[in-house]
């Protein structure tokens, strides 16, 4: 079965530190992983996805991701963080050979919090 | 281009009633997917449909149904609702069909409050 997990329910990051907010997953097949960030009120905006190739991912806002296979884990990552980074992320992945077509399964999210 | 919307973006309703929900997807995209969002069970998929066909459904009693349309805009209708339907539902779309590794686009949602 397919699975996601983001370990911490909240991260709290000074503005111009580094964040990481972390994700791992479990399929059967080779993932396709998505990070989405939603602020209140409003959808999931998409950020990045990892199908294949590289494993450093570049995605919208100066985010990245970094997909591991051998940990099963798909941290997203920034240099500097913003105040305006906070917002709820969710990790979310796709096993290809399920036969899901665009079925996602989202992890629990995690709350960043960026303080200035 | 404009984004996904969906309609309405707030609904009240009691248990027992129904309710039909609207999603018109990015102009050129034909899968139109249904996420439920609350705060207990997370981002749950509904079901997916790709030029007027069901793909897939998840685990959700009968009472959630859907269908799209040729212009492939969709809907989600409730059927007797329950307290715990209460959730923001989401549409997200997609172009092609393809085998999933294209993003989705969410709209903002409707928000469902059963009393």
């Known amino acids: 079965a397919q699975s996601v997990a983001q370990p911490e329910d909240q991260v709290n990051v000074a503005e111009g530190n580094p964040l990481t907010v972390k994700c791992t997953y479990s399929?059967?097949?080779?993932?396709?992983l998505f990070w989405y960030v939603q602020y209140p009120n409003r959808g999931l905006q998409f950020l990045l996805k990892?199908?294949?190739?590289?494993?450093l991912v570049k995605g919208s806002y100066g985010f990245e991701a970094e997909f591991n296979k051998s940990q099963t884990s798909f941290h997203l990552k920034k240099p500097s963080a913003l105040v305006s980074d906070s917002a709820l992320y969710f990790c979310?992945?796709?096993?290809?050979?399920?036969?899901?077509?665009?079925?996602?399964?989202f992890g629990a999210g995690t709350r960043l919090a960026v303080h200035p | 281009k404009a984004g996904v919307t969906q309609t309405p973006r707030y609904l009240i309703k009691t248990r027992g009633q129904q309710v039909t929900l609207s999603c018109s997807p990015i102009?050129?995209?034909?899968?139109v997917s249904w996420y439920q969002q609350t705060p207990g069970q997370g981002l749950q998929f509904l079901f997916e449909?790709?030029?007027?066909?069901?793909?897939n459904k998840g685990n959700f009693p009968g009472r959630f149904s859907g269908r799209q349309f040729s212009n492939s805009r969709s809907e989600m209708n409730v059927s007797t609702l329950e307290l715990g339907d209460s959730a923001l539902y989401l549409c997200?779309?997609?172009?092609?069909?393809?085998?999933?590794?294209?993003?989705?686009?969410f709209g903002p949602g409707t928000r469902l409050t059963v009393l």
């Open positions: 102009s050129g995209h034909r899968s």
């Open positions: 990892y199908i294949t190739g590289d494993n």
């Open positions: 399929v059967s097949g080779n993932p396709y």
């Open positions: 449909y790709f030029s007027e066909t069901q793909r």
């Open positions: 997200a779309s997609s172009s092609l069909g393809g085998r999933g590794g294209n993003e989705q686009f």
């Open positions: 979310a992945v796709r096993d290809p050979l399920s036969g899901g077509y665009n079925k996602l399964i």
